[in-house]
């Protein structure tokens, strides 16, 4: 399984500088830099931390085993590590406790609860950690789906609520679970968003959680956009006295005191006409922008082992004050990315298959400000689509749709639009490129192939966890585009870690000096040696002009891309690390 942010390839040039190798206890189920950049390695029956600049292993702990990466959660803005130890028949007895991944000293460990872990949720702003399970035990409140607040520094339990029965929420297979027995959680959830004291949780439309007390103010209930996919309700946006969400096809401006109805769309799927309507769309992002409520929906979701693309695709918007229809976008193909918002542009981008588009928003109506062709000066050749054909993407349903363009030469569909050095960035998992917005025109464009059947892989982790929702996940870290209460919070808890303070700082200076690359799958030369690689992809340029041969038909790795560091887990048994 690959991990990582954007993978790639190209021609012969210098090989990288290998920095150091350590030896593996066993094959890496999940493995996550940190901020710090601490390389946390999960296995079946460990954690393990590595320095990144020796290889030095820093801890292990043996105790926390079977996790992946939802029941390993950073806390940003500190060094500390939430995760959960489960024993007993089916794991039933789970214990939660929160560890100093510098250190991988125990900083506090909660109590034991009967039950099946479900999700934790840290909140630097609150100083909080949100742990969710379905209990099993104990006296009737002490059963179903359960919240419980713990102190983030202590783990002292601050207040619980019994949320609703063990079956009120629909649960996802976790990311990464095995196909026999697998793990069910609330993955399939976008975490919650802070307001001031409450947290607005997304698990059945809206839920209004006070923070302070662990009492519910209001609840409104709406269905998913799909309840087998994961993340079909849009995140939360938050705009003033308002919230806005959408599910069930159907978008809402919700009173946020009160949790009142403002106004709610007609069902999205109507757009799409007659015959694609009969299932709902799946509107899978939110953004309020200059008076308007813009949507995005459709695109490629994932189940947790499966992904399928979800017609149909498009872009609406609405009056913000009334939700009268102001603006509806039905020509998109085989994809869609997230928007992004330029305000100094009065822009909002998005792209399908086949184009970046782009929205002027700076009057009272909404007109398309141009249409600019995804074409790429390197493309796949006729010997190379025969090779690979699309036999390798097996039964993934409906994804053969969305990644088998109209252009042959290509295979391969956006998945996400954002801001990189004064750039904008198209990527899909084999092609960047760069737009420039004040000009309007492209700086840069390149694709480099897949190598052979690992197209399947590529194209499959695009469209799960991660990237499947790439703009949500980029913009559901807080309540909208100019919010700077995270950011507020995080940084009262970094005036009290110094430690933490004095590793960021060193961070940040390297990461300052670093290259401005993103690294691609592909297939490289060394020599006479040809085989699977990454190619560099400088985001000045476009240029690809780093590489690295790995002797692997299916390399798993992570690249930190602020450093320009390579972590490549050879064969599952050794941790080799490049400069690149």
Not at 355 to 379: C, M, Q, T
Not at 387 to 396: A, E, F, N, T, Y
Not at 418 to 433: A, C, E, F, P, S
Request: charged fraction near 20%; aromatic fraction near 10%.
């Amino acid at each position: 399984m690959i991990s990582s942010s954007l993978l790639l390839s190209a021609a012969p040039l210098g090989a990288a500088e290998k920095l150091w190798s350590a030896k593996l206890p066993e094959k890496p189920a999940w493995n996550n830099l940190t901020e710090l950049g601490t390389l946390l390695v999960g296995t079946k029956g460990a954690v393990q931390a590595y320095d990144p600049d020796t290889g030095a292993l820093l801890w292990t702990r043996e105790d926390l085993d079977k996790t992946n990466a939802f029941n390993a959660r950073e806390v940003p803005g500190t060094p500390y590590l939430l995760c959960n130890h489960s024993s007993g028949m089916a794991g039933s007895k789970v214990r939660l406790l929160a560890i100093d991944y510098l250190s991988g000293e125990t900083v506090w460990e909660a109590d034991q609860i009967m039950g099946q872990y479900l999700a934790t949720y840290p909140i630097p702003q609150h100083n909080l950690v949100l742990f969710v399970f379905n209990g099993w035990g104990g006296s009737r409140d002490e059963q179903g789906m359960i919240v419980r607040a713990h102190d983030l520094f202590t783990g002292e339990t601050k207040w619980q609520l019994k949320y609703g029965k063990s079956n009120e929420v629909p649960l996802h297979i976790a990311d990464g679970s095995g196909k026999f027995a697998p793990r069910m959680d609330l993955s399939g959830y976008h975490d919650p968003v802070i307001d001031g004291d409450l947290a607005y949780l997304g698990f059945r439309g809206v839920d209004a959680l006070d923070l302070k007390t662990g009492e519910i103010k209001w609840t409104l209930e709406f269905k998913p956009g799909a309840k087998d996919f994961k993340r079909t309700y849009a995140p939360i946006r938050i705009d003033g006295d308002r919230l806005y969400a959408a599910g069930g096809g159907s978008v809402y401006a919700i009173d946020k005191a009160g949790g009142k109805i403002l106004w709610q769309s007609d069902r999205i799927s109507s757009y799409a006409g007659l015959f694609k309507s009969r299932d709902n769309a799946i509107v899978s992002q939110v953004e309020p922008v200059n008076g308007k409520v813009f949507i995005r929906f459709g695109g490629n979701f994932s189940t947790g082992q499966a992904v399928a693309l979800r017609e149909p695709l498009g872009v609406a918007a609405f009056d913000a004050a009334t939700g009268e229809e102001a603006f509806k976008f039905t020509k998109a193909k085989e994809g869609i990315t997230n928007f992004l918002y330029l305000p100094e542009h009065d822009t909002v981008l998005f792209a399908d298959a086949h184009n970046l588009y782009g929205l002027d928003v700076s009057g009272a109506a909404i007109a398309e400000k141009f249409e600019v062709p995804i074409e790429f000066k390197r493309k796949m050749g006729g010997g190379d689509v025969a090779k690979i054909g699309l036999g390798v993407l097996g039964g993934v349903s409906g994804l053969a749709k969305g990644i088998a363009a109209q252009n042959k030469g290509r295979l391969d569909v956006p998945v996400a639009i954002h801001r990189r050095d004064g750039h904008i960035v198209v990527t899909g998992k084999q092609h960047l490129m760069g737009y420039d917005p004040a000009a309007q025109n492209l700086k840069w464009s390149t694709y480099y192939a897949a190598p052979g059947s690992a197209l399947g892989d590529s194209l499959l982790f695009a469209v799960t966890a991660l990237a499947a929702t790439a703009g949500n996940a980029q913009v559901a870290s807080a309540p909208s585009f100019s919010s700077s209460q995270y950011s507020q919070g995080v940084g009262n808890i970094h005036s009290a870690l110094d430690r933490y303070n004095r590793v960021a700082g060193k961070r940040k200076a390297a990461t300052q000096a670093g290259d401005n690359y993103s690294y691609v799958l592909t297939t490289v030369e060394e020599g006479r040696k040809k085989g699977v690689g990454l190619m560099g992809i400088s985001l000045d340029s476009g240029e690809g002009d780093k590489q690295i041969l790995l002797d692997d038909k299916e390399p798993a790795y992570v690249v930190d891309e602020s450093l320009g560091l390579l972590f490549y887990f050879k064969g599952g048994r050794e941790l080799i690390a490049y400069r690149l």
